[in-house]
């Protein structure tokens, strides 16, 4: 049996075009663009009361590592910026790249431009390659928000977002696996 300490953590969100690092109690410190190793897609479900009711929320966690400190990036499960991260991503090829998340604000919404080893990431899919949001009806009328917008099914959208970080997921788990054979063989290697 043995001692040892926690990799240390940081969390952040991305909103008004900007990278925000939330510490246990203090105001959060901005920053223009984050870099670091991708390691794992996470969804997470979660209850928060609010207004007397409890709610369920869904987020997905994006884990990053950078010299020895995990980054986590907890972002709105239907969110059109993980929509775009996650999109970017899939056009990746070398899944032990350097990840570049350059937030910024065009027409009043944070947008997000990303790189993989300092070049640009593209969409991997056109908006037509996937599945289509739909607007919500009951009885043949649009179903409003609070605010009087029409409400969207992303439910078709999701499924496929979620088999899609599956495989990323399992591309990012098969390098993992091979640096840990790599370090191994340089160990035995060393060892002679």
């Known amino acids: 049996m043995g001692y040892g300490n926690r990799t240390?953590?940081?969390?952040?969100?991305?909103?008004?075009?900007?990278?925000?690092?939330?510490?246990?109690?203090?105001?959060?410190?901005?920053h223009d663009f984050f870099k670091g190793k991708l390691i794992q897609i996470d969804f997470r479900e979660s209850e928060v009361q609010f207004n007397g009711k409890l709610?369920?929320?869904?987020?997905?966690?994006?884990?990053?590592?950078?010299?020895?400190?995990?980054?986590?990036?907890?972002?709105?499960?239907?969110?059109?910026?993980?929509?775009?991260?996650?999109?970017?991503i899939a056009s990746l090829t070398d899944f032990n790249s350097t990840i570049e998340l350059y937030p910024y604000m065009k027409d009043g919404k944070t947008k997000l431009?990303?790189?993989?080893?300092?070049?640009?990431?593209?969409?991997?899919?056109?908006?037509?390659?996937?599945?289509?949001?739909?607007?919500?009806?009951?009885?043949?009328?649009?179903?409003?928000?609070?605010?009087?917008?029409?409400?969207?099914?992303?439910?078709?959208?999701?499924?496929?977002?979620q088999k899609l970080v599956e495989?990323?997921?399992?591309k990012i788990r098969s390098v993992k696996q091979v640096e840990v054979h790599e370090d191994s063989f340089v160990e035995e290697v060393e060892q002679f």
């Open 55 to 88: 709610n369920k929320i869904k987020n997905w966690n994006v884990m990053f590592e950078d010299d020895g400190v995990n980054h986590i990036w907890s972002t709105k499960y239907d969110g059109i910026l993980f929509q775009s991260f996650i999109n970017c």
């Open 167 to 170: 495989a990323i997921n399992a």
């Open 113 to 161: 431009w990303m790189k993989a080893n300092g070049e640009d990431l593209r969409w991997k899919f056109n908006v037509d390659e996937m599945p289509k949001i739909t607007p919500l009806i009951a009885e043949g009328e649009p179903v409003l928000d609070a605010q009087g917008n029409q409400m969207y099914s992303t439910k078709a959208r999701m499924e496929w977002t």
């Open 8 to 30: 240390p953590m940081s969390y952040f969100k991305i909103k008004d075009g900007k990278i925000h690092v939330y510490n246990r109690d203090d105001e959060p410190t901005i």
